[in-house]
C-alpha cells in the first residue's frame, strides 16, 4: 500500500493527479471506481469527495480478486478492458508457456463478473504498455474486422542504441519463415510494414524515441529499427549489443480508437517507465 498525507483543502482527483504523475486520469478513476483509494481507511468512489488537510489517503497497488490477481487497469466498461501490460509476461499462450499471460490474468479478474475476454490485438512478451481485449466475440470481430484503420494512432516509445537522426520515416516488407521468425523481404515480397519515428532526445549513445505506426505487424518496431542499425536496447533477438535498465526498450505509450459502436474516439495511455525516462537525466 501506498500513502499520502493531503497538505492542503482540495478535491480527491486533482489531489491523487499531483500525487500519482505517473498514471493517466483515466488510470486514477478506474482505481476509485474499483475501491482501492481509501480516506482515513474509508473507501471513497467519488472522484470530487472533498480533503482536509491532515488526512491520509491511502491507494491499493493490487486488484483483489480470489485468484489474488494484479492489473494495472487503464480503462473498463461493459465491452472492453484496457491493460498497462508489464514487460516480460505474453499476452497470451505459447508450446511453451501456458499459464502465466496476461489473457489468464484478465480472464480470471473477469471470472466474478461472469464476462470473458478475447484478444483484439497483442503486444509481445517484452514489450510493455496499452492493450486492449473485448469483453465478448461480437466486440472483438467489430475491431479486428480493420483494424489498422480502427487503431487510429499507435504511438510507442523506445530506447534504440546510437543517435538516430532527427525523423525517418521507414518502409519495409516483412516475411515469416517456417519456424515463425521475421525477416526483412529484399524484394518487396511479404507484408508492408510502415513506421515513423522522432527522436526526442539522446545521450551516451542512446536515443529516446517516439514512434507511430501505420501497420501492425509481428516484431516490425523491431525488426526495422535494428535493420538500420538502431537495434532496440536489450533485444537480444535483433542484435543489441547493450541493457541498460533490464529490459526491452519498447514501451506501448498510446492507443488512440474508434469506437466501432458509436464512432467515438477512445484514447488510451500507460505512462512512460521510469527506468526509460531516469536513463536520459
Excluded: C
Excluded at 121 to 146: C, E, P, W
Excluded at 194 to 203: A, F, G, P, R, V
Amino acid at each position: 500500500m501506498e500513502k499520502h498525507i493531503v497538505k492542503v483543502e482540495e478535491e480527491l482527483l486533482p489531489f491523487l493527479r499531483k500525487e500519482l504523475p505517473h498514471k493517466s486520469k483515466n488510470n486514477i478513476k478506474t482505481l476509485l471506481s474499483k475501491g482501492l483509494i481509501l480516506v482515513d481507511n474509508q473507501t471513497i468512489t467519488k472522484y470530487n469527495y472533498p480533503l482536509k488537510k491532515g488526512q491520509v489517503i491511502t491507494i491499493k497497488k493490487t486488484i483483489d480478486n480470489h485468484h489474488n490477481i494484479s492489473l494495472d487497469i487503464i480503462y473498463e466498461d461493459n465491452n472492453i478492458i484496457v491493460i498497462n501490460k508489464p514487460t516480460n509476461l505474453l499476452t497470451i499462450s505459447t508450446d511453451k508457456e501456458k499459464e502465466r499471460t496476461l489473457y489468464r490474468e484478465v480472464s480470471n479478474y473477469l471470472k466474478p463478473k461472469k464476462q470473458k475476454v478475447f484478444i483484439i490485438h497483442r503486444l509481445d512478451k517484452d514489450t510493455s504498455g496499452v492493450i486492449m481485449f473485448a469483453k465478448n466475440q461480437t466486440i472483438q470481430q467489430k475491431y479486428q474486422k480493420d483494424w489498422n484503420k480502427t487503431a487510429i494512432t499507435r504511438e510507442y516509445i523506445a530506447i534504440v542504441e546510437g543517435i538516430t537522426k532527427k525523423k525517418e520515416h521507414l518502409v519495409s516488407y516483412l516475411k515469416q519463415n517456417r519456424n515463425l521468425e521475421v525477416y526483412l523481404s529484399q524484394n518487396k515480397e511479404g507484408l508492408i510494414a510502415i513506421t515513423d519515428y522522432e527522436q526526442i532526445k539522446h545521450k551516451n549513445q542512446y536515443s529516446l524515441l517516439k514512434i507511430l505506426i501505420s501497420t501492425g505487424r509481428r516484431n516490425q518496431i523491431r525488426l526495422q529499427l535494428k535493420s538500420i542499425n538502431h537495434p532496440i536496447i536489450g533485444d537480444k533477438k535483433y542484435q543489441a549489443k547493450t541493457n541498460p535498465i533490464n529490459r526491452l526498450g519498447l514501451h506501448a505509450h498510446l492507443l488512440k480508437v474508434k469506437d466501432p459502436l458509436t464512432g467515438k474516439i477512445l484514447t488510451f495511455e500507460a505512462p512512460i517507465p521510469d527506468e526509460f525516462t531516469k536513463l536520459f537525466k
